[in-house]
């Protein structure tokens, strides 16, 4: 266990279904959520706020160590609070993405997150959603779970959720890009994408949103969560 409450994370490749599964688990059990991947795009936007230079290391780090950050799960998604104020949408522009990007960049930055993340591990529990919380933040979390799913399922996946908000897409494409970032996160020196040694591995190709669910809700139940 890490910190003052236990952890479930939930690492994978993108598209695997970490998002809805987090989001779920952590409404069933009443627990936090932490949604690492939108952690950059709240630090560049509270970085704006705070007017620094977002290529100012130590600045920039120094917002990231005081974050008041919170992640709401809710019917479309999650819900993003900064300092109490719902900023989600704010967080969804171009330049959002384009913050996340500058300050990512940074050691200091990705250094201080690691401390925020782990300091987010409060009672009742934390469901971590990621792509190294069991294996850099929390590797002593007891359990971990890394979802999966075949780059085709992904891709799919992808595919209709994109179509279905209106934007002509490729399913060729997608699955050429999943397939050269998969290999990009896999074999990337820092925080390489791999299951940690200790993780349960669950594959979403053939199965639903409820059967996952319900997969996670059996393992933490086995562990007492």
């Known amino acids: 266990m890490t ?3 236990p952890v479930i994370c939930i690492d994978g490749p993108s598209g695997a279904g ?3 599964l987090s989001q779920r688990l952590a409404t069933d059990l009443g627990w936090h959520l932490l949604d690492s991947g939108a ?3 709240v630090v560049g936007f ?7 230079s977002l290529e100012d290391s130590d600045a920039v780090a120094g917002v990231a160590r005081s974050l008041d950050v919170d992640f709401r799960p809710t019917e479309g998604g999650v819900s ?3 300092a109490g104020e719902d900023v989600t949408a704010s967080l969804r522009t171009e330049e959002g993405g384009r913050d996340a990007s500058t300050v990512a960049a940074l050691p200091a930055v990705r250094e201080a997150l690691l401390l925020r993340q782990q300091e987010l591990a409060r009672p009742p529990g934390l469901i971590a959603d990621g792509r190294d919380m069991g294996t850099v933040v929390f590797p002593r979390a007891p359990l971990k779970i890394f979802l999966t799913a075949s780059a ?7 595919f ?5 908000m209106g934007e002509s897409v490729s399913l060729a494409r997608l699955l050429t890009d999943i397939q050269q970032r998969d290999a990009r996160d896999q074999s990337r020196t ?6 940690a040694e200790d993780a349960i591995i669950i594959d979403s190709t053939a199965l639903s949103a409820d059967e996952v669910l319900q997969a996670a809700r059996d393992l933490a139940a086995a562990r007492d969560l």
């Open 160 to 164: 209709h959720q994109l179509q279905g």
């Open 190 to 195: 820092v925080s390489p994408l791999v299951p």
């Open 3 to 5: 910190g003052a409450a």
């Open 39 to 41: 952690l950059y795009r």
């Open 18 to 20: 970490k998002g809805t």
């Open 80 to 82: 993003v609070w900064l």
């Open 152 to 158: 085709e399922a992904r891709a799919e996946r992808r």
């Open 46 to 52: 509270a970085g704006r706020l705070a007017a620094v």
